[in-house]
Each structure stands twice: as structure tokens, then as C-alpha cells.
């Protein structure tokens, strides 16, 4: 049988960034950083920029449609919208970021408390409408606010803030590790030893893994949910399924 999972054991997801200034008079997505993940931007419509934060210091890169950035774990990253900005994420170890792998730039004294950093991060259960958006727009203020310390810090040369930073985050999802490797083995390791054995198997002349070839489609979420970055549209790449057999006929025949 072919492995189910999406290439190379990633995640899709269609990102509409948020709208609405935050205090520094920019819109966009909340300040996070994945400690395990990279996370790639393919921009689809519209115009803004990828602010990021790393001991290399500040930066800004322009984002336009067909723009493809990927950043690595610890890149501190914000998505800023200058009009209709869209983009399609693509990130690594399918089911990680789900699970805990990004952590948003509060304010230390609330890094260095986990119920505190759970109680800001996480948005009302079963909430709609105004009051949902009003959470995430709540917490993306608090991100900002501990981002733009953190970036002002990096800029007068003292990466002691950043630093502190990654290692509450690293506090933060230690708890999780754990279950987080059961899920990357499933994923990504098991992809790469099919793909291994794959090319055992071309090594010695056999081709009978081309046989259970196979064609899968992601289920679409039929509504966006509230995002750290803007409203989300995912795509389940972990439970494919075969689309319905077409009635068409191959070109040429």
C-alpha cells in the first residue's frame, strides 16, 4: 500500500490574514514561533509582508501573490495585511502545530507561568460570532505587545529577552514532546522509511509498489475557524480520501 499521508509528511491550510490595526497601527496575524516545525507561506492574492525575529535580528520581507518564503523553528514570525493578503501554509510534521507546536510572544511575566500562557492562548470553547473574534483579537494584541519588546530588545543588541523567550517556550511544549513524537512517527518517519524501502525495492528491479498506486483527496473544512494569523480553512491530509470514480474519457483515446 502507498503511504496516505501528504508529501513529505506536511499540512495544508488557506489563510485569509486578519484585517483591523493593532495598537502599532499594523494589521495582521498574531506573533508566534514553532519550536519543532518549518512553515512555509505561498502567497495566492493580495499584498502585506512577513515581519520575523531571530538572533539575527529584524526583518521585513514584502509579500506579494506568488511570493514563497519558509521560515525555521525559533524564527519569531508576524504576518502583516496591506490588503487582502492570502496565502496557502504548508508545515511540516502534519499534526504538530495542531498540537501545540507554535508558541505566541507574550509578555514574559505570562511566559513564565504555563496557566497563565494557557489561559491567554486559548480561545472560548464553542464561541461564535463577536465574542470568538474578540478573544483572538484579544490575544493577538497581548502577542504584539511581547513581540514588539522582543524586537526592541534585539535592536538595542540585547538578545537576553529573545533568549528568556525561547527557553519558556521550550518549558512551555516540553510537556508535550512526547505525544508529538508518536505523531511524527506515524507521519513523517513512516513516509520516510516507505520511501526507503521504495528505493530498496527500484534497487533490486521491482516495481510492484507502482501497482497500488493510488489517487487521494483532502476533505475541506466547510468553515473557517479563528486562527493565530487570520481566519483558516484546513485541509484534513491526515484521513484522505479516494475521490468518486470520474466518467470521462482519457485525452487522445
Same mark, same amino acid.
Given at each position: ?17 486578519? #484585517? ?5 497601527? /499594523? @494589521? ?14 505561498? =502567497? ?23 511570493? !514563497? ?15 487582502? /493578503?492570502?496565502?496557502? =501554509? ?5 499534526? /504538530? ?16 507561568? *504555563? ?11 464553542? @464561541? +461564535? ?11 493577538? @494584541? ?49 513516509? #520516510?522509511?516507505?520511501?526507503?524501502? =521504495? ?10 509498489? /507502482? ?12 468553515? !473557517? ?5 487570520? +481566519? ?11 475521490? *468518486? ?9
Amino acid at each position: 500500500m502507498m503511504p496516505a499521508a501528504f508529501p513529505g509528511g506536511t499540512s495544508v491550510t488557506r489563510l485569509s490574514v486578519y #484585517t483591523g490595526a493593532c495598537a502599532d497601527g /499594523l @494589521e495582521g496575524g498574531t506573533p508566534h514561533l514553532h519550536t519543532a516545525s518549518t512553515e512555509g507561506y505561498v =502567497v495566492i492574492g493580495g499584498r502585506g509582508a512577513l515581519q520575523t525575529l531571530d538572533t539575527q535580528g529584524f526583518r521585513e520581507t514584502e509579500l506579494a501573490a506568488g511570493s !514563497t518564503v519558509w521560515f525555521t523553528p525559533g524564527t519569531v514570525h508576524r504576518a502583516i495585511n496591506r490588503g487582502d /493578503l492570502r496565502v496557502v =501554509v504548508v508545515m511540516a510534521n502534519a499534526g /504538530l502545530p495542531e498540537a501545540g507546536d507554535a508558541v505566541m510572544t507574550f509578555p514574559p511575566e505570562i511566559m513564565a507561568d *504555563p496557566d497563565r500562557y494557557r489561559a491567554a492562548a486559548t480561545l472560548p470553547a464553542g @464561541e +461564535r460570532g463577536e465574542t470568538m473574534e474578540a478573544a483572538a483579537m484579544r490575544r493577538r @494584541e497581548l502577542a504584539v505587545q511581547g513581540f514588539r519588546a522582543l524586537a526592541g530588545g534585539v535592536a538595542g543588541g540585547d538578545l537576553g529577552p529573545l533568549e528568556r523567550f525561547y527557553d519558556h517556550a521550550v518549558a512551555l511544549v516540553r510537556p508535550s514532546v512526547a505525544a508529538w513524537r508518536e505523531t511524527w512517527e506515524r507521519t513523517v518517519a513512516a513516509e #520516510t522509511r516507505h520511501t526507503a524501502a =521504495v528505493l530498496d525495492a527500484l534497487a533490486r528491479g521491482d516495481g510492484a509498489h /507502482l501497482r497500488a498506486s493510488a489517487l487521494l483527496e483532502s476533505p475541506q473544512s466547510p468553515e !473557517t475557524r479563528w486562527g493565530m494569523c487570520g +481566519r483558516l480553512r484546513t485541509h484534513d491530509v491526515l484521513h484522505p480520501v479516494e475521490p *468518486p470514480a470520474g466518467t470521462g474519457q482519457a485525452q487522445g483515446q
